[in-house]
């Protein structure tokens, strides 16, 4: 399909700026998926050596099928260059992200590297934000912590598993409250607030590293990158 097509131009794009002996963050879902493609074809054919530090199980065992060796955050807390999707982008390189739930890792892994590619389809371009902003929850804490985000106007919902009766476990044990918030007229004020409720461990806007983030958005015929 024409999506498909413009998340392998992005994706592939990306993968083309990885440059040897690269540590390389390697984000989750479906997009950066195309990057990890190429990734490996350029560690088969070209004989390039690179580390990923996996930002999920699902990156993790993608990685391994395309014969990315991986390392770890502990053994490399700076890393050159993260490779990652986003739902929503706005004209300011601020990001949500966490449609698929790995957005606590993703965020530690954007934050230790050096520069960040965004790969993403048009539909992810937006001038202001109003798509839902995930948090990821101590489950000790959940109820509490929909309460003081329901304080905040959002109206938060546990995220269902669909092959699993119950919540949605993340790969760090934890639930997720997928928050409609309508349009976020000021996304920083709003991460900070988030941030600083006890038990909401983490959420998916990203508006710190608008600096070090590079936007490839993908098209039909090839890409484009967004200069920010
Ligand atoms: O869950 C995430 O943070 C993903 O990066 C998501 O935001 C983008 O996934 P997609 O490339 O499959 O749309």
């Given at each position: 399909?024409?999506?498909?097509?413009?998340?392998?131009?992005?994706?592939?794009?990306?993968?083309?700026?990885?440059?040897?002996?690269?540590v390389?963050g390697?984000?989750?879902?479906?997009?950066?998926?195309?990057?990890?493609?190429?990734?490996?074809?350029?560690?088969?054919?070209?004989?390039?050596?690179?580390?990923?530090?996996?930002?999920?199980?699902?990156?993790?065992?993608?990685?391994?099928?395309?014969?990315?060796?991986?390392?770890?955050?502990?053994?490399h807390?700076?890393i050159d260059?993260a490779?990652?999707?986003?739902?929503?982008?706005?004209?300011?390189?601020?990001?949500?992200?966490?449609?698929?739930?790995?957005?606590?890792?993703?965020?530690?892994?954007?934050?230790a590297a050096?520069?960040?590619?965004?790969?993403?389809?048009?539909?992810?371009?937006?001038?202001?934000?109003?798509?839902?902003?995930?948090?990821?929850?101590?489950?000790?804490?959940?109820?509490?912590?929909?309460?003081?985000?329901?304080?905040?106007?959002?109206?938060?919902?546990?995220?269902?598993?669909?092959?699993?009766?119950?919540?949605?476990?993340?790969?760090?044990?934890?639930?997720?409250?997928?928050?409609?918030?309508?349009?976020?007229?000021?996304?920083?004020?709003?991460?900070?607030?988030?941030?600083?409720?006890?038990?909401?461990?983490?959420?998916?806007?990203?508006?710190?590293?608008?600096?070090?983030?590079?936007?490839?958005?993908?098209?039909?015929?090839?890409?484009?990158?967004?200069?920010?």
């Amino acid at each position: 399909t024409p999506q498909t097509e413009s998340k392998r131009n992005a994706g592939y794009q990306a993968a083309g700026m990885v440059e040897d002996g690269m540590v390389v963050g390697l984000g989750t879902g479906s997009t950066v998926f195309f990057a990890m493609e190429r990734l490996g074809e350029r560690i088969r054919r070209d004989g390039l050596s690179i580390a990923g530090v996996p930002t999920s199980y699902q990156a993790a065992i993608r990685a391994r099928e395309y014969g990315i060796p991986l390392t770890s955050l502990d053994e490399h807390p700076e890393i050159d260059i993260a490779i990652d999707g986003a739902d929503q982008v706005d004209p300011a390189g601020n990001l949500i992200k966490g449609r698929g739930a790995a957005l606590l890792r993703e965020k530690c892994v954007a934050d230790a590297a050096r520069r960040v590619i965004i790969v993403v389809d048009p539909t992810k371009m937006v001038e202001t934000f109003d798509a839902l902003v995930p948090v990821e929850v101590l489950p000790f804490a959940s109820t509490s912590v929909s309460r003081r985000l329901s304080l905040l106007g959002a109206v938060p919902t546990m995220r269902e598993g669909v092959k699993k009766d119950g919540p949605v476990v993340t790969d760090n044990g934890n639930f997720i409250l997928d928050c409609s918030f309508g349009t976020i007229g000021s996304p920083r004020d709003l991460e900070a607030k988030i941030a600083a409720i006890p038990g909401a461990l983490e959420c998916g806007l990203f508006t710190a590293y608008g600096e070090k983030i590079t936007v490839i958005v993908g098209e039909e015929k090839g890409c484009r990158v967004v200069s920010l």
